[in-house]
């Protein structure tokens, strides 16, 4: 079974750039999740759709990052304009509806200078 | 709020040497318990998990116990390997079908030979 597809894998850009990270869920997942994870620190949920709508975007900064889920399969995250603070590793992760088994994708590497 | 508690690291142990990580959490209700292990350069994998007071997950050679009591989590192991140099995370998902997972800030183990 494929597991949770993510792209780029790593990303280097400079302070007020844009980026955007992709994300495929596993075949059948209606709930799609994004992770931060700051180095040194435990991952910390940024936005949580079940299909394509949003359940929990609570601590998304919303003034800078954005998500989309539009066909509720895969989905982007969108840094414009990004800041040094936002290096850190983006999680995509699925489940299916009753969220009792979350898998992670590998991550994308994110370096802001 | 929901938190976790993690025994800070680095945890430096040699092969065959027993392991202890501890895990505590706060929350309300009966939260779902988890562990999580990053390998280098890789994404987050489920390690085990437990959903009610007294569980027992199990995986790989490592367990933990739902402690409802002492609203701990622990991870042992018997016997490390090398292989098993890692970051471990604690989580727990609080009731209710569209809860976040909530992490600890993680526990990097190394096993020297």
């Known amino acids: 079974e494929a597991g949770v597809a993510q792209s780029p894998r790593y990303k280097i850009i400079e302070k007020r750039q844009s980026v955007a990270f992709w994300c495929n869920p596993i075949?059948?997942?209606?709930?799609l999740y994004w992770y931060q994870q700051i180095l040194g620190q435990g991952p910390k949920l940024l936005i949580q759709?079940?299909?394509?709508?949003?359940?929990?975007d609570s601590q998304l900064p919303k003034d800078r990052f954005s998500a989309e889920r539009l066909k509720g399969v895969d989905s982007t995250l969108k840094i414009q304009p990004a800041k040094l603070e936002d290096s850190a590793v983006y999680l995509c992760a699925s489940s299916f509806l009753d969220g009792n088994t979350i898998y992670f994708g590998e991550g994308s590497w994110l370096t802001v200078v | 709020g929901n938190s976790v508690t993690q025994m800070e690291g680095p945890v430096t142990l040699s092969e065959e040497a027993f392991l202890t990580i501890n895990c505590t959490y706060t929350a309300t209700g009966y939260p779902s318990l988890f562990w999580y292990v990053q390998y280098p350069g890789e994404g987050l994998q489920l390690l085990l998990k437990a959903t009610k007071a007294d569980d027992k997950g199990s995986n790989k050679g490592f367990e933990a116990t739902y402690r409802k009591e002492t609203t701990s989590f622990h991870l042992e192991k018997g016997s490390v390997q090398v292989s098993d140099s890692a970051v471990y995370f604690c989580a727990l998902r609080a009731q209710g079908g569209s809860e976040k997972l909530v992490f600890g800030k993680g526990t990097k183990l190394t096993v020297n030979p």
């Open positions: 075949s059948g997942h209606a709930t």
């Open positions: 759709f079940q299909n394509n709508g949003v359940v929990d």
